[in-house]
């Protein structure tokens, strides 16, 4: 029974952990991509920004692998992005696996304690015989409350795990398609700079062959 008590402690002990670090502003800030786009247009994003940026949630830290890298190319951007939400999702993920485990060895637990029950009433029987009731009901008793714990633990423990699997996978769907979205602002603005660069540049040549062109004529 011990070991079913200690079960559930550390099953309850995770189930609020993981309430308390998935919380959707801790996670996914609402108004975090909206400033990051705001930024990026600006083009006023400075190191100090993108490392605050990073400490701030988990999708933070996957846009900063982005930003960190927005002037190389688009897909050394998005292996950045790949290699930064592998960890970021290894963290979402924390403790799952022990839950997991809990759910799965708890009725095991409570069948062990069964099986020690029913050999505890054929030892009450090999010294007291079947004429004592009280004498069985002890072990009886314990191979009933052992089994109903184990389930009980088991089958709360494989409920909120399967609930935090399946936040941790919409949360991961958000990010990447928010991952992707950045990717593309972060090209198309770099694109954009390129070609206000190259007709600034063709306009100062112009500019100057007209100049050497006047001067020639005088």
Not at 12 to 22: D, K, T
Not at 66 to 85: F, H, P, T, V
Not at 171 to 200: F, G, P, Y
């Amino acid at each position: 029974m011990l070991p079913i008590i200690l079960c559930s402690i550390i099953s309850i002990s995770i189930i609020a952990e993981r309430f308390w670090s998935l919380r959707r502003e801790k996670v996914l800030p609402k108004h975090l991509v909206a400033n990051v786009w705001s930024s990026i247009k600006k083009d006023n994003l400075q190191r100090a920004d993108i490392e605050a940026l990073s400490k701030e949630s988990a999708l933070g830290q996957i846009l900063s692998a982005g930003l960190l890298n927005r002037s190389e190319s688009r897909e050394r951007i998005k292996e950045c992005i790949e290699e930064r939400g592998r960890e970021v999702v290894h963290d979402l993920e924390r403790f799952l696996n022990t839950l997991g485990t809990i759910a799965s060895i708890s009725p095991l637990l409570g069948l062990l304690g069964t099986v020690i029950g029913m050999i505890s009433v054929f030892a009450a029987i090999t010294q007291h015989g079947v004429g004592d009731p009280g004498a069985l009901a002890g072990g009886i008793s314990q191979a009933m409350i052992t089994t109903a714990a184990g389930l009980s633990v088991a089958i709360f423990s494989l409920v909120f795990y399967r609930y935090f699997r399946r936040k941790v996978d919409g949360i991961v769907v958000v990010m990447e398609r928010e991952a992707i979205k950045m990717v593309d602002v972060l090209h198309n603005n770099r694109s954009q700079h390129m070609k206000s660069k190259d007709e600034s540049q063709a306009e100062s040549d112009g500019k100057a062959t007209q100049t050497r062109a006047g001067k020639t004529k005088k």
